[in-house]
């Protein structure tokens, strides 16, 4: 696997397409703190970190609908391993104009769009979520 923040991405869209309770990933710092911001969004309702079967840390993240619909309707990577995007925080793209979010890697850690912006640090753009 050459980039694993694709993979959970790409996870988590099909576990919400499919309208799985959970979604299960290999774990990583990333991924964690990408799942925090998602929590803090309430684009999905939590996660945990366990262990599957031969010991490996594994991220379970449980997915969140409202009426039967996703509320996680699409992500997307931008800054791509062959291709890096890096922003400064008055050039940071706004998502549905404000109605999702960036998430941004950043000297002070990764943090959404809106708190780079509040905090005048650019990035790199990791993923757009909405």
């Known amino acids: 696997m050459n980039d694993p ?10 576990a919400s397409r499919a ?19 998602l929590k803090g969004d ?6 945990s970190v366990g262990a599957d079967d031969r010991g490996h840390k594994t991220l379970i993240v449980k997915m969140k609908y409202v009426d039967g ?6 992500l997307q ?8 995007l890096y922003f400064k925080y008055t050039e940071i793209p706004r998502v ?5 979010i ?3 890697s950043t000297s002070q850690g990764l943090m959404k769009d809106q708190d780079a912006r509040r905090n005048k640090v650019g990035g790199e ?6």
């Open 77 to 84: 990577r931008v800054s791509k391993s062959g291709r890096r």
């Open 69 to 74: 619909a996703p509320v996680l309707t699409d």
């Open 96 to 100: 549905l104009n404000g109605l999702g």
């Open 5 to 14: 923040i694709s993979d959970f991405l790409t996870r988590l869209r099909n």
């Open 125 to 130: 753009v990791i993923c757009k979520i909405w």
């Open 42 to 47: 309430g684009f999905i309702t939590d996660f």
């Open 102 to 104: 960036s998430i941004l």
């Open 19 to 37: 309208r799985l309770d959970e979604c299960v990933a290999p774990h990583s710092k990333l991924k964690e703190s990408i799942a925090v911001i």
